[in-house]
């Protein structure tokens, strides 16, 4: 078992070289899987040049679910809205767009410990925004991935390269968010 690494930023070509090993433990493993695995690879590389030409500065980063959320929302908050066609926010645990966050609702619960005592929970959750909406922004992302059960990589494309040196600059601070805090995380 891999141990865990923070978020952190790889480059193109360690992130390309990592799908080259998938591909290969594909044809070893389930040859039979591998042409539909290259042809939804060949076609999201498509997918993401189409980003690319509007948002030519680009970082990745590789991290869990919750790590890629927060740094979404980083993003949201310095640099503007994350250009879309269709806002997806309310599945993050940290969204950005108004709209969702005009819709937060505290979600209450409760469990069974061990022992059988009721422990009480709580947290923010978000509701889908009335209207189905998009954004035309300054900065997108584009998920390139799965490595791990809940981790994986996304690439982060930006209009501007300032907006990409600011990413880069603060990428060190991106973490679990202050949901995790009391976790330890």
């Known amino acids: 078992m891999s141990e865990y ?8 070509q360690e992130w390309l070289d990592l799908e080259a090993k998938r591909h290969k433990w594909l044809e070893d ?15 999201r590389m498509k997918q993401r040049e ?5 948002f030519p500065y680009s970082v990745i980063l590789t991290g869990s679910y919750p790590e890629h959320d927060y740094v979404s929302r980083w993003c949201w908050q310095n640099i503007g809205p994350m250009d ?8 993050s645990e940290y969204p950005g ?12 619960g409760s469990y069974p410990d061990k022992d059988g005592k009721l422990i009480e929970w709580e947290e923010k959750a978000y509701k889908e925004a ?9 900065w997108a992302s584009f998920w390139l991935g799965k490595t791990g059960y809940d981790y994986g990589s996304s690439e982060y494309c930006f209009l501007k390269e300032s907006d990409r040196d600011r990413f880069l600059a603060a990428a060190p601070t991106f973490n679990f ?9």
């Open 130 to 138: 009335e209207a189905k909406h998009g954004h035309e922004g300054e």
């Open 29 to 43: 493993n389930y040859p039979k899987n591998l042409q539909a695995t290259v042809d939804s690879h060949n076609a």
């Open 84 to 91: 879309c066609k269709e806002c997806h926010e309310h599945y």
């Open 177 to 185: 968010g202050e949901k995790y805090e009391k976790e330890g995380a």
């Open 97 to 108: 767009c108004q709209l969702v966050l005009a819709t937060e609702y505290i979600e209450k």
């Open 5 to 12: 690494k923070k978020i952190h930023v790889v480059s193109r």
């Open 50 to 54: 189409d980003i690319i030409a509007k």
